[in-house]
């Protein structure tokens, strides 16, 4: 029996809206006629809509990896159970076991399931179809980015060491502390589909360790089991924790969390697991810092030396994404240990999470390193003192614990951010390009698509690479260089630093190469000048031939409304296809100079972004100066 695809699922196989599926079947007696569903969501047998859709040439070529995920995304129950299942195979291929009997429903994929682990090898075969599986969709599983991820695991501290996560979701805190040499691996999942995926992702890397299915409060996998660090991302505001039944149960070292304090019931877990000195890394919700719930508990974490600092996240790292978000950081004291003086209080809420990353580990570092702890980076990080903490609300929101700025800094920082700003726009006017109309009954020069451009050899067009979860192979003499993201090239940022891992094909930029990211709000590209970095996942790489494109030239093209508009993904995603995109046939000469006028607009666009952001900040710093009493108006109008 074949699997079967919904008509959404046709929409996006072929990569037009579901209006055009419907379209489809009106217009055309032979389109493939519904083996099941209902009337008001029919479905159809896979393997004949492929069959109608390469012969209509409406049909995408694709990779291995992409044509063998949409058919164990159709052929499952669920994206979870499906990709367990191909998991099972690929790890008993590894092991030589190939008597293994498939999923009955996967048995018409397994050509494509040994030709893509022919191709890649199994651990490799089982990432590629990871990556499909873990991209943001509908039902799919929120799991923590592997940026934050890292940051756990870089405060948790766990090379050579052994880990648990009691909260594992589909793995990727484990698969983080594995790439950063954790020397075992241990967690425990409440989803059955879910711990099957991460105990097989390490099983095809040989790590020890396990992963098992239960409640981990309620039934946990691992009593008695001691390890070097615990690090988890548990499930928020879940009031049905088990308060009732798990009243006396001897992990509430620090007092029984109340029924509205799940996240504390969590952390006790956690300790509970450590070894003395061991290191817990939570994240949790920013209520947990300061409901009045939960302040005893507080209060006897911060005085018995069990928590050791509290990090305020920018809004949008992990769902629920609306919510900024903390990191806990604690230890299991030592018997004989003295209890610190001061915990760290870190508020990072501003920014990137790439950018900030570094910063956050560097305090903690120093934190750890200093004896007694000192610490304090205005707006940023403050060691406080416990004693100061231990007020009636014992509220650890990292924002109401920093060091306020002098009034001396505070208007020293005024009159520099003025005086940027006013340099920012008196150069304005002489970065804008100066242009002119074209004269009335000139031609318009016919137009070429980025395929045929690739075709004729005018220029390479590369990737969009897939994310990895392992560790790509950089080309030589490239180890040490940051990875250019989506999200760089649409703020025109800085590469970001090399905790986001370049796709699986390392890729290097070079000076003349066009990128343009796959999904993003406007469709928007950018030129390499002198950047050294990695080519980052879903962008794609336009390299010209020089003598015949030149790249400023084809990325003023590129990015013109009309372009937005046949690029863009005819299903309503901001999604583009650089392929369909139009360049105008210029001779090169000509080229060059639209370049030069597309070059001076992108340093104007750039100088604007500053300005405005200058702009803000001014009017920040100048309100809270004259409410604090910083500053004040010195009588002058202009």
Not at 5 to 23: C, D, F, K, P
Not at 92 to 107: E, G, S
Not at 495 to 523: C, H, N, T, Y
Request: aromatic share 4%; charged share 25%.
């Amino acid at each position: 029996m074949n699997p079967s695809i919904t008509a959404a699922e046709i929409a996006r196989l072929a990569g037009v809206g579901r209006a055009a599926v419907s379209n489809w079947r009106k217009r055309y007696a032979d389109f493939p006629a519904p083996v099941g569903g209902t009337s008001a969501s029919p479905e159809f047998d896979l393997t004949e809509v492929e069959k109608w859709l390469r012969g209509q040439g409406k049909l995408p070529e694709l990779t291995t990896a992409d044509r063998l995920w949409r058919r164990v995304a159709a052929a499952s129950e669920t994206a979870t159970a499906g990709l367990a299942a191909v998991g099972e195979l690929l790890i008993a291929r590894q092991r030589d076991q190939r008597c293994l009997t498939p999923d009955p429903h996967l048995k018409p994929l397994l050509p494509d399931v040994n030709a893509l682990a022919d191709e890649l090898g199994p651990q490799a075969a089982f990432d590629e179809l990871w990556q499909r599986f873990s991209a943001p969709g509908p039902g799919r599983p929120f799991a923590t980015p592997d940026d934050l991820a890292d940051l756990m695991i870089g405060l948790a501290d766990v090379p050579g060491g052994t880990v648990l996560d009691p909260a594992a979701g589909s793995g990727a805190v484990l698969r983080a502390a594995v790439r950063a040499g954790c020397t075992e691996a241990y967690g425990q999942e409440l989803d059955e589909d879910l711990a099957r995926l991460a105990g097989l992702w390490l099983a095809l890397r040989d790590v020890p360790g396990e992963v098992s299915a239960g409640d981990s409060l309620r039934a946990d996998a691992f009593a008695g089991r001691t390890v070097d660090a615990v690090v988890c991302h548990p499930p928020f505001g879940v009031t049905n924790w088990g308060h009732e039944e798990l009243g006396y149960d001897p992990r509430w070292e620090y007092g029984l969390p109340p029924r509205t304090e799940p996240e504390l019931a969590w952390v006790q877990h956690a300790l509970s697991h450590l070894r003395p000195d061991g290191r817990a890394v939570l994240l949790m919700p920013p209520t947990a810092a300061r409901r009045r719930a939960g302040r005893r508990i507080r209060a006897d974490l911060l005085r018995r030396g069990a928590l050791r600092a509290v990090i305020a996240l920018p809004s949008g790292v992990a769902a629920p994404h609306a919510v900024p978000l903390h990191l806990w950081v604690l230890r299991r004291p030592a018997a004989d240990a003295p209890a610190p003086a001061r915990a760290l209080l870190i508020d990072a809420a501003d920014g990137k999470l790439a950018e900030l990353s570094a910063r956050v580990l560097a305090a903690w570092h120093s934190f750890t390193s200093e004896p007694d702890g000192e610490v304090e980076e205005i707006g940023f990080a403050r060691a406080v003192p416990v004693i100061e903490l231990l007020d009636e609300d014992v509220d650890l929101t990292p924002a109401r614990r920093q060091p306020a700025a002098t009034a001396e800094r505070t208007g020293e920082h005024l009159v520099r951010t003025r005086e940027r700003l006013a340099a920012i726009v008196c150069e304005l006017p002489a970065l804008m390009p100066h242009v002119a109309p074209t004269p009335d009954g000139t031609a318009a020069a016919p137009a070429i698509s980025i395929s045929d451009l690739a075709r004729t050899g005018a220029l390479q067009l590369i990737g969009p690479l897939r994310p990895t979860v392992g560790t790509a192979e950089a080309p030589a003499g490239s180890s040490d260089l940051p990875v250019l993201t989506a999200r760089d090239v649409v703020e025109g940022a800085a590469p970001s630093p090399r905790s986001e891992r370049p796709p699986g094909q390392a890729i290097a930029v070079a000076p003349g190469d066009v990128l343009v990211p796959m999904v993003a709000r406007r469709l928007t590209a950018r030129v390499i000048t002198t950047e050294k970095a990695l080519l980052g996942a879903n962008i794609y790489l336009l390299r010209p031939n020089p003598a015949a494109l030149d790249p400023w030239f084809l990325a003023g093209q590129l990015r013109n409304s009309a372009n937005e508009k046949q690029a863009s993904s005819l299903s309503g995603a901001l999604r583009f296809d650089v392929r369909r995109a139009l360049v105008r046939r210029l001779p090169l000469d000509e080229q060059r100079a639209h370049g030069e006028a597309f070059q001076r607009l992108d340093a104007f666009e750039s100088a604007m972004r500053q300005a405005a952001s200058l702009g803000a900040e001014l009017v920040q710093l100048t309100a809270d100066g004259l409410a604090q009493g910083a500053v004040r108006p010195d009588g002058k109008t202009q």
